[in-house]
């Protein structure tokens, strides 16, 4: 059965993932509040505590943003490159971040931030997932009332995008 990992912060955390994806053993291991900084460090023991994945998801650099961190970029490429290398067989998936909505956040910030969060992930060989595109055109409200935390909709929206590219990966491999 194919082994999927999960990694990042509160919106990787609080979805009850497996359930969405019935034929893979899905672990979880988002962190609420976790950085890049944080998931970076906790790598060595993700290793130890997991003996194989087929699919890695790594969702986390929100709360850099919310932090004020916008140079959180280099850590993302380390942790691409950290988890090929415990992982070799692994394919790893980088998720956008979402197009939050805050008033002290342009659309443009996340979106330039997306551009090189996708260059880094296809620079360290990993694969970027663009959960920001769907958000933006989805046609049912995505984000509750603190313009951070998703909607169930968008949980759904985001699971699908997830099992659409591991079909893919499986399906090539």
Known sequence: MTQVLLLGDSHVAYFYWQSRM?????????????????LLASLPDIKQQ????DVIMIMVGTNDVL???????????????????????????VSSLFPMVLPELS?????NLNS???????????????THHRFSNADHPV??????NITESAYEVWARALLEHIAFLIEND
């Not at 997991?50 to 994945?53: F, P, S």
């Not at 659309?107 to 979106?111: F, L, N, P, Q």
């Not at 090189?116 to 663009?130: F, K, P, R, V």
Request: charged share 20%.
């Open 116 to 130: 090189h969060i996708e260059a880094s992930a296809m620079q360290t060989g990993c694969c970027y997932l663009d």
């Open 50 to 53: 997991v003996a194989h994945a």
């Open 107 to 111: 659309d443009s910030t996340i979106t």
């Open 22 to 38: 019935p034929s893979y053993k899905v672990m979880n291991l988002g962190v609420p509040e976790t950085t890049t900084a944080d």
């Open 67 to 93: 932090t004020g961190n916008y140079e959180f970029i280099d850590t993302l490429k380390k942790i691409c490159v950290q988890l090929s290398h415990d992982f070799p067989t692994a394919e790893v998936l």
């Open 143 to 148: 984000f509750l009332e603190d313009g951070i």
